[in-house]
């Protein structure tokens, strides 16, 4: 192998255009982009996962270390401001974002490469922008410049041309993190034919060793752009297929398909009969699909259960899919056994405008093929101009949500609940608000949705639960004492590390009991991980936290789930409580609800109560407790207090029936 292999091909190289003018940071920035690039190597390598974690675990260490020296130098330049400040909390959420890869349950291979495409975006934007607006503000206040003055300056300098050619890094680097692993593994394999074709050579072999050589090279062209189980194209192969149809002038708009497909459960094949039968399966799959391909299409395998077709008539999508479902669905024989496949797939058409290479084109059949897997399992959708534009609406939202987070722009109302026959107020609910600098004050429909699924409803959920304990605290340096409930999603509550999370956020907070904080989780998050959310729900009971099951009736509960979740307090989806004045139905799944509530020993709030009558069907109907705008509208914390003082239930809903307690 060559001596400077590591140099040859980098995931991240260094140029001029990284270097900030303060010496000590530069070095330390070469340090960095060094680790990457070794990790980078060692995983092309296929080197242990020991090893890689090793190089992880020195590049999180020197990033600690670099991180504590610049935030010194900046500190003693610029002092404790707002943007030091920043700029700590950046690198904090560094080794968050680290900590959700290395956590996650999805296949190393996938996992290594979005981690690589994260750490050479975040290491070009870490230098690129963030560091150099520390530094040139550090020498315009060499200057003696005020920082107001120097803030402005920077930002003269690091706007126009500049934040183009910084948006453009990012995004050649983000290309490079794409592709760089598979294209060095195949570089190491070419370089090892290489070196022994350069030593043949060498020798001044005859003719016969010249031919040998030859099938080297031939060789070569397989291991750069084949698969070397199926014998088909690889994703080198497929991309530059691609390419090569983009080239082309004459192509009418989306006459061309490209259609990514994803193995169902392929997992369980690898766990049933083991890895050389799953590869011997895929070889066959293979031969089988390349045998179904219309005239001049290509197949390509570009991961471990990942296929791409490359159709030159994008009318015959449905044809060709069809054909290969059949001769997937036909049983492949194994071990003495037999096993069927099918696949899900999404569909990008192309050319057209904004898809003009081919990693975005992949990158809007990975797209379609995400909500496929979504909506649709085993069959195919295709992406089309509305999906792309609120694709890259999402992206939008996510980074300005980011930035009102940033920037205190979220506040929380709270909503109180009630006992409608004595008055007695029970806690408030705690709902998120968004003032926004451009669209004014926004509800959670407009922003909540964009975050399903993103690790970034974590950090929302987090700002909202410790919120809520230090509103609990200010209100009772009121004299005013309230338990307050607060929702958090599906993948915030059974993200790694939650109950630790939960310890060091009550642990800020000794005064408040934790008993009266009031976690709410929507009915279909809980079923989704039935056993996993009860073993975090009994957890976090532990510490005193208590849950409720938000939205009670809209998802799929049986009387088993009811049993099992460790759940105090049932809240009733309001969409039944508001229909039940007009409708039968709802009057019944009401009173179904109730009865499954008293059967199991659960508290019942409804939610939704609009009017008094709402209030006085769900009393005779046996429910007690809710919330709503009959009740009160979610109201700024500092006006809790004289709500409370204000408050009385109506003489309809005391009547008839002795006040609860």
């Known amino acids: 192998m060559h001596d400077n292999d590591t140099t040859v091909f980098e995931i991240f190289p260094w140029n001029r255009n990284f270097e900030t003018g303060i010496e000590k940071i530069d070095e330390q920035h070469k340090v960095l982009v060094e680790i990457l690039n070794r990790l980078a190597w060692h995983f092309a390598s296929s080197t242990s996962e020991l090893e890689c974690g090793h190089i992880l675990d020195e590049l999180l260490s020197y990033a600690a270390y670099h991180f504590r020296a610049e935030e010194e130098i900046w500190k003693a330049s610029i002092g404790h401001e707002e943007m030091v400040k920043n700029h700590h909390d950046g690198h904090q959420l560094f080794f968050v974002q680290i900590q959700m890869y290395r956590s996650s349950d999805e296949p190393d291979e996938k996992i290594m490469g979005e981690l690589f495409n994260y750490l050479t975006r975040w290491l070009a934007f870490h230098i690129l922008e963030s560091d150099r607006r520390m530094a040139l503000t550090i020498k315009a206040l060499e200057r003696g410049v005020s920082l107001s003055e120097a803030k402005k300056e920077v930002d003269g300098q690091l706007s126009g041309s500049v934040s183009v050619m910084v948006s453009a890094l990012l995004e050649i680097y983000g290309k490079l993190s794409a592709s760089t692993i598979q294209l060095m593994r195949e570089k190491m394999a070419r370089l090892k034919a290489e070196d022994e074709l350069a030593r043949l050579q060498s020798e001044k072999l005859d003719a016969a060793l010249e031919m040998q050589a030859s099938d080297h090279e031939r060789q070569l062209q397989f291991l750069a752009y084949s698969d070397p189980i199926t014998g088909l194209m690889n994703r080198n192969g497929i991309v530059r297929e691609i390419r090569s149809v983009i080239q082309q002038t004459h192509l009418a708009a989306e006459s061309v398909a490209l259609v990514l497909i994803d193995l169902d459960n392929f997992g369980n094949v690898n766990a049933r009969f083991g890895e050389e039968s799953a590869d011997r399966l895929l070889g066959l799959l293979g031969k089988r699909w390349s045998d179904a391909l219309a005239p001049g299409a290509h197949l390509a395998r570009i991961s471990g259960d990942e296929f791409v077709v490359l159709l030159p008539d994008s009318r015959k999508v449905d044809t060709q899919l069809n054909t290969m479902r059949l001769t997937a669905e036909q049983s492949f024989a194994l071990n003495s056994d037999s096993v069927s496949m099918g696949f899900t797939a999404g569909v990008a058409l192309f050319p057209h405008e904004g898809a003009d290479d081919a990693d975005t084109v992949l990158r809007q059949a990975y797209h379609a093929l995400f909500r496929a897997k979504q909506e649709q399992k085993g069959g195919w959708l295709f992406v089309d101009a509305s999906a792309q534009r609120q694709s890259v609406e999402r992206q939008e939202l996510l980074a300005d949500i980011r930035t009102g987070l940033a920037e205190n722009q979220f506040r929380l109302a709270y909503q109180p609940k009630v006992c409608m ?11 998120i608000r968004w003032d926004h600098p451009v669209k004014g004050k926004l509800s959670p429909i407009h922003f909540l949705p964009a975050l399903e699924h993103h690790p970034l409803i974590i950090e ?59 976690l709410e989780i929507l009915e279909t998050a809980a079923l989704g991980e039935l056993d996993n959310a009860s073993g975090i729900i009994r957890s976090c009971e532990g510490l005193g936290v208590t849950f409720s099951l938000d939205d009670f009736g809209t998802g799929y509960s049986s009387l088993s789930y009811l049993k099992q979740l460790p759940v105090k307090t049932l809240k009733i989806d309001q969409g039944f409580v508001r229909g039940a004045l007009s409708n039968e139905d709802d009057i019944s799944i009401l009173k179904g609800i109730i009865g499954l509530s008293d059967a199991f020993d659960r508290k019942l709030v409804a939610e939704g109560v609009e009017t008094r009558e709402h209030g006085e069907l769900l009393l005779s109907l046996g429910c007690h407790y809710a919330q709503g705008y009959a009740i009160a509208r979610p109201m700024k914390p500092e006006k809790m207090g004289a709500w409370k003082d204000e408050w009385k239930t109506y003489p309809e809903w005391s009547s008839g029936e002795q006040a609860l307690q």
């Open 421 to 431: 026959r004595s008055g007695k107020v029970l806690g408030a609910e705690a709902l």
């Open 460 to 518: 929302i959920g987090e700002w909202v639960i410790e919120q809520a304990l230090r509103q609990i605290t200010v209100w009772d340096s009121e004299g005013l004492s309230l338990d307050v409930g607060v929702n958090i999603a599906a993948m915030h509550l059974q993200q790694p590390g939650f109950i630790e999370n939960m310890k060091k956020i009550l642990a800020r907070y000794p005064h408040v009991a934790p008993q009266r904080l009031d």
